[in-house]
């Protein structure tokens, strides 16, 4: 199996290393990484399927907004992803534009272990390296 992210050394948060072959991949990975610091992302069941979008001005931002997406779909629908599918992720005229789908099931503490909340996503550390075969992406979240 190959390595789809790793948690980065960060004295109280969750630092973020999440990897790719492109900006989708490694923006799916970094979902992948958020929920497995909330839960154990085995134990998530793809019973259903969502559609998410989200835009922001950069590239940075868009990141921002995707993992605060999936934060929020947790905290208002108490839907848990395992697996995530981005379709596309396009520069418009007025920056950038992700979409998605993801599979997962409602949040049933029995089966989903607790791990930490999550309070929010940082800017701080963030960075998205490009390399001609490889993506990677760092992010903060504050727990």
């Known amino acids: 199996m190959k390595k789809r992210f790793k948690f980065l050394e960060h004295t109280a948060d969750a630092y973020v290393e999440a990897y790719g072959t492109s900006l989708e991949e490694a923006f799916e990975n970094a979902a992948m990484a958020t929920l497995d610091v909330m839960t154990e992302l085995e134990k998530v069941e793809p019973k259903i399927e969502d559609v998410l979008e989200v835009e922001a001005p950069d590239e940075y931002a868009l990141l921002y907004s995707w993992l605060e997406e999936i934060l929020v779909k947790f905290e208002l629908t108490g839907k848990l992803y395992s697996r995530f599918k981005i379709s596309s992720i396009e520069k418009t005229p007025v920056g950038w534009k992700l979409k998605a ?6 949040y049933d503490p029995e089966k989903h ?8 996503i940082t800017y701080h550390r963030m ?17």
């Open 127 to 143: 960075e998205i390296v490009k390399k001609p075969k490889s993506v990677t992406v760092r992010f903060i979240l504050d727990v």
């Open 113 to 120: 272990p607790s791990k930490v909340g999550i309070k929010s």
């Open 101 to 106: 789908k993801a599979w997962g099931e409602p």
